[in-house]
């Protein structure tokens, strides 16, 4: 199969100033003999995306691609088809890569020649002026780093558990794809009421199927915070398609059920409802944190109550 060394392959959906960022941090990417090419997957189809794409024919060794069904599972399988190359470098279309990312993954993949699945480094890029955009939402608190995609571990390069791997930065040996592990395509970004964790539910199974993963923090990446994210009502939202994620990937099989729903759910939600009352008035953060909490719990609700209506 290896055609080239690296295929890097990201779906995108209607995010034309978010994409040209992200395009234009690739023309900086230092290559030195990579040969490697960009595959992107339009999940929208639209003519607007193509445009922007192919613009940037004559400075990247790019490809344009469409996929019609929604998700971006489904996007990223398309991508994945027409590859040509052994080591698959999996991204976002909301990225800024850092000059040596390419080279980074591709070094620090040779020096792991065990590993399979490889993880880099994601840091915010945060809006100007995002300070006064944030007085209602807890920049510290432990749900940040998962809304927002921040992969920052407190360890160097070496192996790691699969799910510290994240989708902006992920890169996969095509091996991995062959043994007939591949993305879920039931699983990720599909419309506004999405289960997420299509990542993460992906290198379960990997991990699950014996390959070892490896984090390489030289590897860099930003992920583009967008302002409307700076909110609590977003942050909210974001909190339950993760407890959506939650019950579809780590189901619940023992507890005694009520409507397909784990009994102790429905007292847990009653409970951080009233917290969530309790303290909107009189603690901001300990009513971002009931909200949040509130949130996953409802999703997860939401979820294991759909897989039993599905089943009837």
Same mark, same amino acid.
């Given at each position: +199969?290896? *055609? ?115 993880? @880099? ?32 571990? *407190? ?22 794809? *062959? ?11 599909? @419309? ?50 993760? @407890? ?62 759909? +897989? ?5």
């Amino acid at each position: +199969m290896k *055609e080239l060394d690296v295929s890097i392959i990201f779906a995108t959906y209607k995010r034309g100033e978010i994409l040209s960022r992200t395009l234009e941090s690739f023309t900086t990417l230092i290559t030195d003999l990579i040969n490697y090419e960009i595959i992107v997957v339009d999940n929208a189809c639209e003519i607007t995306t193509k445009t922007l794409v192919k613009s940037y024919s004559n400075k990247l060794p790019i490809q344009y691609l469409q996929e019609s069904t929604p998700g971006k599972n489904s996007a990223l399988i398309t991508g994945l088809k027409a590859s040509k190359s052994d080591l698959l470098i999996f991204t976002d279309d909301d990225i800024i890569a850092q000059p040596d990312w390419l080279i980074e993954i591709v070094e620090g993949v040779s020096r792991f020649p065990d590993c399979h699945l490889f993880g @880099g480094k994601i840091l915010p890029d945060y809006p100007s002026g995002y300070e006064k955009l944030t007085k209602k939402i807890d920049l510290t608190h432990w749900f940040i780093p998962s809304a927002y995609v921040i992969a920052d571990w *407190e360890q160097g390069e070496g192996l790691i558990e699969a799910g510290r791997i994240w989708g902006p930065n992920m890169a996969v040996k095509r091996a991995v794809f *062959e043994s007939g592990v591949n993305f879920n395509p039931a699983i990720g970004p599909n @419309g506004k009421d999405y289960v997420m964790g299509s990542e993460t539910e992906f290198l379960q199974r990997a991990s699950a199927a014996g390959y070892q993963a490896a984090y390489l923090p030289k590897a860099v990446v930003l992920h583009q915070i967008r302002k409307e994210q700076l909110s609590l009502g977003w942050l909210m939202g974001r909190a339950f398609r993760a @407890g959506r994620g939650h019950a579809a990937t780590k189901a619940n099989k023992t507890a005694a059920r009520v409507f397909g729903v784990p009994r102790f759910l429905f007292k847990k939600y009653l409970l951080l409802s009233a917290k969530h009352l309790l303290y909107r008035f009189v603690d901001a953060k300990k009513n971002f944190d009931a909200a949040i909490e509130c949130e996953l719990v409802k999703g997860q609700i939401h979820h294991y109550r759909k +897989m039993n209506n599905d089943k009837v």
